[in-house]
């Protein structure tokens, strides 16, 4: 297991298109360990591959306080959306940033799990943004994009500023 490297907004590899994963093999999960050690480190409740660099459809999600109900999505597919509800966002990708993007409340998502096994997933609430965020990471989106374009070039000044200072 290893801690990977988590690519900070605005690096354009976060606006990569993932392509789908052909077949779930070791590599595959692997990967996922490694993804999930490093959400659980960060700490994080969703952690999509574009994040630490590998263009693939997987995301991970665990959104319990005691870091043991690991969600595996692979070729995620978005089968039914409804409602509509509003949340304060964070991203590991964007560190101390979090805003409030408005998103569906209750989703239906098709995907294959850690063993290739395909499964289908209703959720609302907090999962249901979660699902939705990562999903927008592997189109190559990071939520600070719903902002206005004044509040988007604010948060990568702040980034900017804090990278410097971290030097
Ligand atoms: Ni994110």
Redesign the pocket.
Known sequence: MALLNILHYPDERLHKIAKPVIEVTEKTRSLIKDMAETMYAAP?V???AT?VNVHEQIFIADISEEHNQLQVFINPKLISSSGEEECE??????PGVYETVKRCERIIVEALDKNGKPFRLEADGFLAVCIQ??M??LKGK??VEYLSSLKQSRIRAKIKKRQRETL
């Not at 966002?89 to 964007?94: I, T």
């Open positions: 994080g969703g952690l999509a994040q966002e964070g991203c590991l990708s964007v965020h990562e927008d990471h990071v939520f």
